[in-house]
């Protein structure tokens, strides 16, 4: 049982560049969420989803782009990457519903903006 | 959404039973209260879950006022592979239009 697993684990962009960051968890999870960590600070969340086809803003969705084509996979794409974008992404998955309950995370992805 | 606040670091020492609160004064009717730990360079990890009164599993226990404006953490006799952060997280369900969102953690420090 792989859990929640992120793609690629660290990445080097130039300003303007896009990119995808994968998640992919096999738990058939319908939440799926990905959140930030800048060095030293807690998490921000930027994206949510609670089932396929169905996707919210978090605290911090400017510059991101998400999709939910399939219950398994809930990528978060950089349109144009800023050196303000240099963090560390966590994607979480859980069950949704009524109680949120546990959240499961992915290893982290390290981007860095240069 | 409920707001919480957490103090940035505490100190303590192995075996010690280590105690962190966490203030959430506008916790709604439905918000359960969460808490997580993370290592470095890791995502962070469920601990324990609750709603009122007190809650104790294998690793914590967790102790919620009648108020529920406040809780408090209990992590007993603490060792050095405890040294982490801890994050409270207030809410209730996650369904749509409703986020799930961490504070700024505290930093745990065990020393031996």
């Known amino acids: 049982n792989a859990g929640v697993t992120q793609t690629p684990k660290f990445q080097v962009l130039k300003t303007g560049q896009s990119m995808t960051l994968q998640c992919a968890q096999d738990?058939?999870?319908?939440?799926m969420s990905w959140y930030r960590q800048d060095p030293g600070m807690g998490l921000r969340l930027i994206h949510y989803s609670v089932g396929a086809g169905i996707t919210d803003q978090g605290e911090v969705p400017n510059g991101y782009n998400v999709s939910r084509s399939t219950t398994e996979d809930f990528p978060l794409r950089l349109l144009s990457a800023a050196p303000s974008q240099t963090s560390v992404y966590f994607c979480?998955?859980?069950?949704?519903?009524?109680?949120?309950?546990?959240?499961?995370f992915g290893e982290g992805s390290r981007l860095t903006v240069l | 959404l409920a707001k919480t606040t957490q103090p940035i670091s505490m100190d303590s020492y192995e075996g010690q039973e280590v105690n962190i609160t966490c203030s959430h004064n506008?916790?709604?009717?439905?918000?359960?209260i969460t808490w997580y730990q993370q290592f470095p360079s890791q995502g962070p990890r469920f601990i324990i879950q609750?709603?009122?009164t007190k809650v104790t599993n294998e690793v914590a226990s967790l102790f919620i006022p009648a108020d529920r404006k406040s809780s408090t953490l209990s992590l007993p006799r603490v060792s050095l592979s405890d040294t982490a952060v801890y994050y409270c997280l207030v809410g209730g369900n996650n369904n749509a239009g409703n986020m799930l969102t961490f504070g700024g953690g505290t930093r745990l420090m065990v020393k031996p």
């Open positions: 979480a998955s859980g069950v949704a519903g009524v109680i949120a309950g546990e959240l499961f």
């Open positions: 506008n916790i709604a009717t439905n918000d359960y």
């Open positions: 609750g709603y009122k």
């Open positions: 738990m058939n999870h319908e939440y």
